[in-house]
């Protein structure tokens, strides 16, 4: 099993449908839930695993503070594979991240790479692109994609503002990044791919992923890491196969993003 956040945390926690079990978590948070199989991870283990369904609730603090390839400002890394990979020599296959600007500057540049920025806390942003390339101005929870090859830069129009990154391989890498806006109405949907990743933008909102109704409540700024098993595909013998129901205790925005690749 690879490892994907590396030596950023002590605990992690992992959640399989066996028994009912109490867990304090390292934060001082309780969990009750159904759950509890190999629920202790140490520091350096995996969090993906392709060949079985697993999931992980992560949270701000489990998140790494990073430095930006081109040293001009700083993010906080949610999740990388491959884990042992390195941002500033290109070797990862994606990335995902968030950082908070708070004067203009440029982005770094990643060669190879496609590139999701989304406006997640804040007003507007405006990207600027090399002659040729016309600018576009981002409102909240907008979502652009662009390619890392080229030199883009920021302007902000009333600062602090905080983005949703992911950053992934385009030739090796199959990615879909979109922000879901809820309602007080309950949602759900088939997740494709490799991995997906639920990242809370707005509000509360209780995810069930099926089957074996694992329960999580996914809050402002947490993630939801979900393994998808590797038979799942739009051609499911099992209907429940990969199937995610969402509650919202109150409206809000997910960003839902699907992740599939080759070695």
């Excluded at 449908?17 to 867990?23: A, D, F, G, Q």
């Excluded at 990388?80 to 004067?103: K, M």
């Excluded at 409102?139 to 503002?161: M, T």
């Excluded at 979109?178 to 933008?201: D, N, Q």
Aim: glycine fraction near 6%; charged fraction near 20%.
């Amino acid at each position: 099993m690879l490892g994907l956040f590396s030596s950023r945390r002590k605990y992690i926690t992992k959640l399989n449908l066996k028994n009912e079990i109490s867990l304090t978590y390292p934060s001082g948070i309780i969990l009750t839930e159904p759950a509890i199989q190999n629920w202790l991870y140490l520091k350096d283990e995996s969090m993906i695993d392709t060949e079985k369904s697993s999931i992980f609730l992560i949270r701000k603090q489990d998140y790494r503070v990073t430095q930006w390839k081109n040293k001009s400002g700083q993010s906080l890394e949610i999740a990388i594979f491959p884990p042992q990979a390195s941002l500033n020599e290109n070797t990862f296959l994606w990335r995902l991240s968030s950082a908070q600007l708070i004067e203009n500057g440029p982005f770094s540049e990643f060669p190879g790479y496609n590139r999701y920025l989304a406006l997640i806390n804040g007003k507007t942003l405006q990207l600027t692109f090399p002659l040729g390339h016309p600018s576009v101005t981002l409102k909240n929870c907008d979502v652009h994609h662009f390619s890392g090859d080229i030199r883009v830069s920021y302007h902000l129009i009333a600062p602090p503002i905080s983005d949703l990154n992911l950053i992934y391989k385009r030739d090796k890498v199959k990615a879909h990044f979109k922000i879901i806006h809820l309602s007080m109405k309950p949602r759900s949907f088939y997740l494709e791919g490799k991995v997906a990743l639920l990242f809370g933008v707005l509000g509360s909102t209780n995810a069930t992923f099926y089957p074996g109704e694992q329960k999580f409540v996914i809050k402002t700024f947490e993630t939801l890491l979900i393994n998808l098993p590797k038979e799942t595909n739009p051609c499911r013998k099992n209907k429940e196969e990969g199937l995610i129901l969402l509650e919202p205790k109150s409206p809000g925005s997910l960003a839902l993003i699907e992740l599939d690749w080759t070695s």
